[in-house]
């Protein structure tokens, strides 16, 4: 049996078609058929979009709709600044071990007291470092003088164990090698600030502080070991080696010398991101620093989300802002339009003012680090960041099991 002849081309379809025909018109040679023409519904397209226009494979980003998830981001609440409630003897050290492998896990976590304790931790160094420039005075303890030394130190083992030559793209072996002599050099490490007192903690600080520079076995960095980072400070709080009038100093001190040694580290030794999201994610190895940058550039005169276009403006004021320290960093490691490598930052530069892009950070970090089971199955729970403290609501009073203090909105 015959076939039907092709359709004819969109634009040769007929507007209109009063009655149905038996016959129809050869798209070759203009003669009648005997094969009645195509459905109606096919020929004058009014339901449907005309054809898609064609988009080359590195196209600039286009704003996709919203999903559930992206909805749920935006109607959630703003993370609140929270006291870090410090603890008293009797301590009780512990060997910090993984507790999370499951989405209920997840939920467990997010009902717990110390989740929130933890994300009101880094609301409030947010805020110690709201409106200010890196280099702006703050109060910087003799703790915080000598992590920033022991970083320093870190940094200078890059320096004392080169690269190797090696055929692949990623993942230079020699990191392994840091990474080992940090391990071995924790404890004496953490001992130059920790009081006498409180020396039995290293048992549980260490390993965040290990945690917080990479994985070596597979020699990867992601905004896991950042958050690594962040809790190894959060236990640095809880034991009141870091009080709250060093937080300004925390991120403008000891987090800046932090993301500079880790930068230095993802190229010298060619780290993978860790479970990056690729083209779609904020950035391939961090997070944290645009939250505190976002911070830094609220209510600023003249710079505007916008301004991360701006080449002079990163150029002559990332030494001041952590926002734009991470704009040219990524614009300096990947090639081609800054849409196409970084859609989601292209998009936040949309934002109207710093203080939208500041509590929208805060809130994706919540639902795309802190809830995301990848990330936060490898997370420790020990003394001191506790597993099980779990605030209840089935009573009038607020029940509060294994913490000594409530802790208190701002």
């Known amino acids: 049996m015959e076939s039907p002849p092709p359709r004819p081309p969109l634009e040769e379809a007929p507007q209109t078609h009063p009655q149905p025909s038996t016959t129809g018109t050869c798209c070759k040679c203009g003669g009648e058929t005997t094969f009645a023409p195509p459905p109606h519904s096919l020929t004058s397209w009014p339901d449907l979009s005309s054809p898609p226009t064609y988009r080359p494979s590195r ?74 420039k890196i280099s702006d005075p703050s109060h910087e303890s003799p703790t915080i003088s000598v992590i920033v030394s022991i970083i320093e130190t870190l940094s200078l083992w890059i320096d004392q164990i080169p690269p190797v030559q090696q055929s692949s793209r990623y993942g230079n072996i020699s990191y392994r090698t840091w990474h080992e002599r940090l391990t071995e050099n924790a404890e004496s490490l953490m001992l130059q600030f920790v009081p006498d007192d409180l020396k039995p903690s290293t048992v549980e600080i260490i390993p965040y ?41 925390v991120v403008a001190r000891v987090f800046v010398k932090y993301l500079d040694l880790m930068r230095k580290l993802q190229l010298v030794y060619c780290l993978e991101p860790a479970g990056s999201h690729g083209v779609w994610g904020l950035d391939d190895y961090h997070f944290l620093p645009f939250i505190f940058g976002s911070s830094q550039l609220i209510d600023h005169k003249y710079m505007k989300p916008k301004s991360i276009h701006n080449d002079d403006i990163l150029e002559n004021f990332s030494s001041e802002y952590m926002y734009l320290s991470c704009i040219g960093f990524i614009k300096k490691v990947k090639k081609g339009p800054f849409a196409e490598h970084s859609p989601l930052l292209d998009d936040i530069s949309g934002v109207p003012n710093w203080n939208k892009v500041n509590s929208g950070m805060l809130k994706m970090y919540k639902a795309e680090v802190l809830e995301k089971v990848p990330i936060m199955q490898h997370f420790l729970f020990g003394g001191l960041i506790k597993w099980n403290a779990i605030i209840s609501y089935s009573s009038e009073n607020l029940c509060v099991s294994d913490l000594t203090c409530l802790v208190e909105p701002f």
Not at 81 to 99: A, H, L, N, R, S
Request: aromatic share 12%; hydrophobic share 35%.
């Open 59 to 132: 196209a600039p980003a286009i704003n996709l709709p919203l999903n559930n998830n992206t909805q749920a981001i935006i109607l959630s609440p703003v993370p609140r600044y929270q006291k870090v409630p410090t603890i008293t003897p009797p301590f009780d050290f512990q060997t910090p071990i993984k507790k999370i492998t499951s989405h209920d896990d997840i939920r467990k976590f997010h009902d717990s007291l110390t989740s929130k304790n933890f994300l009101g931790f880094i609301v409030a160094l947010s805020e110690s470092i709201r409106a200010h």
């Open 209 to 249: 502080f290990t945690d917080s520079f990479g994985n070596p076995r597979r020699i990867d960095y992601g905004t896991g070991h950042e958050t690594n980072f962040a809790a190894w400070l959060y236990c640095l709080a809880r034991m009141g080696i870091v009080k709250e009038e060093d937080y300004q100093a």
